[in-house]
């Protein structure tokens, strides 16, 4: 088995300092705790911007600033955000993947019922925002909330769009989208290809236990303030505690952590500073 590559989707969209005092909102605090969730395990972080009410932003200014403070002080692997929370203009959405070329960006290759709202992503705009990513260099991370998803990223393959190996996403027990159950995580992991790797992003009180999954199942997993706010029941968690809990878990075992360049070479990503 591969080493664990470990994700940390440090803040969101939707958590506030009023529901988390944990979760960092502006660039420096973003910064500060990636660091810290690399020291506990993390190869890489999964980021949103929020301007300066904290509300959800896709400046790409605000990204460009929290990719280069991450940056100066880690090595971990940035993948950023282009989900719509912030805005449904596609090229916005596209704007920091073109501005700061990073090495991964999420990339949701379909449309699904949030609690809130329709995150409405056409064929159209998933290839246009392919398309921005294969022009900055920028692997995507197929996020992945029903299975006809699947096909629809494998068909982006088929266009030139994306190239193989992909690495995808599968989001569970978000309401409005596909349950967080053991039968679930192993239909998808068996319907992508055999280069693909894979991770599991489950919610709230699901995501322990699909990440246990996950890791006795040779996938990866991602863990964070994003996803679910406690360590256990009526205990807000840090990210930090989140990932060094993972960490814990997959050492026992025996499937240690990746260092974010042992994660790139598991993510067929270029080796860092190319
Ligand atoms: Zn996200």
New binding site residues.
């Given amino acids: 088995m591969d080493r664990l590559v470990i994700t940390a989707?440090l803040?969101?969209?939707m958590p506030t300092k009023e529901m988390t005092p944990h979760v960092p909102i502006g660039p420096e605090e973003i910064a500060e705790d990636a660091v810290r969730c690399c020291q506990a395990g993390a190869g890489m972080v999964?980021?949103?911007a929020r301007d300066h009410q904290g509300k959800p932003t896709l400046d790409p200014e605000i990204f460009a600033e929290i990719h280069r403070r991450i940056s100066q002080r880690s090595d971990v692997i940035v993948q950023i955000?282009t989900?719509g929370r912030a805005g449904m203009d596609t090229e916005a959405r596209a704007a920091a993947v073109r501005r700061i070329r990073p090495e991964m960006a999420?990339l949701t290759t379909g449309s699904v019922n949030f609690p809130d709202q329709v995150f409405a992503n056409s064929t159209e705009v998933i290839e246009q925002l392919a398309r921005a990513m294969q022009e900055a260099g920028t692997k995507p991370e197929m996020?992945i909330f029903e299975a006809g998803m699947i096909d629809n990223a494998l068909r982006l393959v088929d266009r030139g769009l994306v190239a193989r190996p992909l690495h995808f996403d599968f989001v569970l027990g978000l309401p409005g989208g596909q349950g967080a159950t053991a039968r679930t995580l192993i239909f998808l992991s068996e319907s992508i290809p055999a280069d693909s790797t894979w991770t599991v992003a489950a919610m709230g009180r699901w995501q322990l236990p699909m990440a246990a999954l996950a890791i006795a199942m040779d996938g990866h997993v991602r863990v964070g303030l994003?996803?679910n706010l406690y360590y256990r029941r009526g205990e807000l968690a840090t990210n930090q505690q989140l990932v060094a809990r993972i960490a814990r878990i997959a050492a026992e075992l025996d499937r240690p952590v990746a260092t974010p360049d042992e994660a790139r070479e598991i993510l067929a990503l270029p080796p860092h500073g190319d």
């Fill in positions: 989707a803040n969101g969209s999964h980021v949103h955000s989900g999420s996020e994003e996803d």
